[in-house]
């Protein structure tokens, strides 16, 4: 389970909760919906997480609570979001059940798409998205750490992100962000310049600056993801000398780099590759995630005929993430 969550939550003590009832592929484009229309936070059930739980795996080392102590749903995924008292809830479910139903149009299964609601307050809700966090080892080096907790690292090379996990989408533990940490591992060699696309909380920017970068500018569409990724940055020390901005995709953005990273539906990568082929130097990386089966081919496709070499599929679970090349005019 993951959750999101806007600073708007601690001033405000009445919500509406309201749930949609969807499958796995659907959950990050529900989320999208959700928030697009002013949630203040999504939380997301989706019950193929916790069948790849195992009980001890985490819970040895104290990371994670054992996953049968978790309450969550036997099948399908269910995202819910909470809207300040600001929201007029029925107002907008009629929009919600149509824009969940139109992602049909991109391929994806939403599921029944059913939509509940019913009011809460705020305790409820904090204690709901806060309990199930604790740090987790999210690559060989790298372990997201919850802001609030205590923790010690268990090897010689891991490395700590400091998050709080409930201001934008970015836990660390989502397999989309996993993907692009992974990659992050393999092509960072030490010194590059990094343009961080849809940077959420700031949890790839803070990994390229613990990995050896030497710059990040890192960009969000979203105000309140910026916020949230400046707050983050403030928890990590090495992360004190990012550049962050809102901006959509790369459109403006002059800063040439090394690296360019992006965790953003397969839709939205798609007008990013010719930008990200334009800002990148020769021999530099694009490393893409948060894209399904249905839409790797048409990713590969992509990246190929803008004239990026694809070096590496990589997968998890039910997401792709690739790492494209950008190569010398020469090779
Ligand atoms: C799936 S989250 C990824 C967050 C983080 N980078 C990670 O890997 O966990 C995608 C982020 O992209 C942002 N985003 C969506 N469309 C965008 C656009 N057109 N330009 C910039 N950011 C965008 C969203 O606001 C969101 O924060």
């Not at 969807?22 to 959700?34: C, G, M, N, P």
């Not at 809700?125 to 609030?148: C, D, E, G, N, Q």
Request: charged share 20%.
């Amino acid at each position: 389970m993951k959750s999101t969550r806007s600073k708007k939550a601690d001033q405000i003590m009445e919500w509406t909760q309201v749930t949609v009832t969807t499958q796995s592929e659907s959950v990050e484009a529900v989320s999208y919906i959700l928030n697009d229309l002013g949630a203040a936070g999504v939380k997301i059930d989706d019950a193929k997480d916790f069948a790849k739980l195992k009980p001890g795996e985490y819970g040895a080392h104290g990371e994670i609570i054992d996953p049968k102590d978790i309450p969550h749903i036997a099948t399908g995924a269910a995202v819910t979001a909470y809207y300040p008292q600001t929201v007029f809830v029925p107002e907008i479910i009629p929009t919600i059940e149509q824009r969940v139903a139109q992602l049909k149009e991109f391929g994806l299964d939403p599921g029944s798409g059913a939509v509940t609601s019913k009011a809460v307050s705020d305790e409820n809700w904090t204690t709901a998205w806060k309990k199930y966090y604790h740090p987790v080892r999210v690559t060989s080096s790298l372990t997201v750490v919850p802001s609030w907790e205590e923790y010690q690292p268990k090897q010689p090379n891991e490395q700590l992100i400091y998050l709080d996990p409930g201001m934008a989408f970015g836990t660390g533990t989502h397999p989309t962000t996993r993907l692009m940490l992974q990659a992050l591992e393999m092509v960072v060699r030490g010194d590059e310049t990094v343009l961080d696309v849809g940077t959420g909380s700031g949890v790839l920017s803070i990994a390229a600056k613990l990995l050896g970068v030497s710059k990040v500018y890192a960009f969000d569409v979203d105000d309140v993801a910026v916020q949230s990724a400046v707050e983050n940055l403030k928890l990590n020390p090495v992360a004190s000398d990012i550049h962050i901005r809102p901006n959509d995709l790369l459109t403006g953005v002059t800063q040439m780099a090394d690296l360019i990273v992006a965790n953003i539906l397969a839709e939205i990568i798609v007008p990013l590759i010719p930008q990200a082929y334009e800002r990148l130097n020769t021999g530099g990386h694009f490393l893409c995630s948060g894209i399904i089966a249905d839409k790797v081919a048409l990713i590969l496709n992509k990246l190929q005929n803008q004239g990026f070499r694809v070096e590496e599929t990589l997968k998890i679970g039910d997401w792709y993430g690739i790492i494209a090349y950008k190569p010398f005019s020469d090779e």
